[in-house]
């Protein structure tokens, strides 16, 4: 079965520091990979997506995630937050063989002023 | 612009009662999604469908149901309430195919007192 772990619950971070958040997933076949954000309030929206080709993917507003098959991670990064990125952060996978959709633990982050 | 509606944002319900969540989608997508999302857990995933009348357990369907007798519409049923299904519940809908994303709803907290 497909899983996905996210290493951290919560961060806390000052204006302008970069960010990574880590994301490993089990499973044994080709994948497709999210990253979705939930600011407070809102809905989940998409962030990034990796589904074939470069494996280092560009977002919306200013993140980037790397997909490394060997190490079945895809970690989130943005170099310098702010504070509007004050949400939970969603890695999620989607297997080839199927239409399953599957989420990690989510990550919330919060970005002092 | 791709709308999944959830008939309610806020319901109050009582142990025993029959409840039913309903998510409507404008995108003609054939997969639609039932997650519960519970702080730490991240969303898990309950039922999904990928074509009218045809569905999948997810991770979590013990005590729950679900009917998807047009496209459009997708809806969870709890047969009989209990306190720990109070959650967040959140529909989704996707297209088929390799790389699509999935689209979400705005959420229903169900409280079951």
């Known amino acids: 079965a497909q899983s996905v772990s996210q290493h951290n619950h919560h961060v806390i971070l000052s204006e302008a520091a970069s960010l990574e958040l880590g994301c490993n997933y089990s499973?044994?076949?080709?994948?497709?990979l999210f990253w979705y954000v939930q600011y407070p309030g809102q809905h989940l929206q998409l962030l990034l997506k990796y589904f074939s080709g470069d494996p280092l993917v560009k977002g919306i507003k200013g993140f980037e995630a790397e997909f490394i098959k060997s190490k079945f991670s895809f970690n989130l990064r943005k170099p310098s937050v702010q504070w509007s990125d004050t949400a939970e952060y969603f890695c999620?996978?989607?297997?080839?063989?199927?239409?399953?959709?599957?989420f990690g633990g989510g990550t919330r982050v919060l970005v002092k002023p | 612009d791709v709308k999944v509606t959830q008939s309610s944002r806020y319901l109050v319900k009582r142990t025993g009662e029959k409840v039913f969540l309903e998510c409507v989608q404008d995108m003609d997508h054939e997969n639609m999604f039932w997650y519960r999302q519970d702080p730490g857990l991240g969303l898990r995933l309950i039922y999904f469908?990928?074509?009218?009348?045809?569905?999948e357990k997810g991770d979590i369907p013990e005590g729950y149901s679900v009917s998807r007798e047009k496209k459009e519409r997708f809806s969870l049923i709890l047969e009989s309430a209990s306190t720990n299904q109070t959650s967040m519940y959140l529909c989704a809908s996707s297209r088929t195919g390799w790389g699509t994303e999935a689209f979400f709803g705005q959420g229903t907290r169900l409280t079951v007192v």
């Open positions: 499973y044994g076949g080709t994948v497709n």
């Open positions: 469908s990928y074509d009218v009348k045809m569905k």
């Open positions: 999620a996978v989607i297997g080839a063989a199927g239409n399953k959709l599957t």
